[in-house]
């Protein structure tokens, strides 16, 4: 279940940059960064909760809603969803949403954002 969004504000942060300069991780590139962003829903696949047109922030971490941590008002780090900085694809099929000319470009944290024309 994915949400494809149009960007309207994105950023690189010091965890992006942190990544970028392959601090403490096997570098994966090449990889779109930028998972701090605001955009509005462009489309929905699969997903109930949110309509066309409404504004949000992505998450890079998300939620199954039934465990421990899902139910719990204190925390939003899901047990099943568990970030993976070396992933670079997405958790539900294993494949990456962006490609040049044939070539995979990868994900950072299931989000990659930028804004385009």
Known sequence: ME???KILYTSLCHTDV???EA???NPLFPRIYG???GGIVESVGGVTDLQLGDHVLPAFTGECKECDH???EESNMCSLIRINTDR???ISDGKS???INGKLIYHFVGISTFIGK
Request: glycine share 10%.
């Open 18 to 20: 942190y990544f970028w």
């Open 70 to 72: 899902c139910k719990s």
């Open 3 to 5: 949400v494809r969004l």
């Open 97 to 99: 949403r962006f490609s």
């Open 35 to 37: 998972h701090e962003a």
């Open 88 to 90: 670079g694809v997405m």
């Open 23 to 25: 601090k403490g991780q």
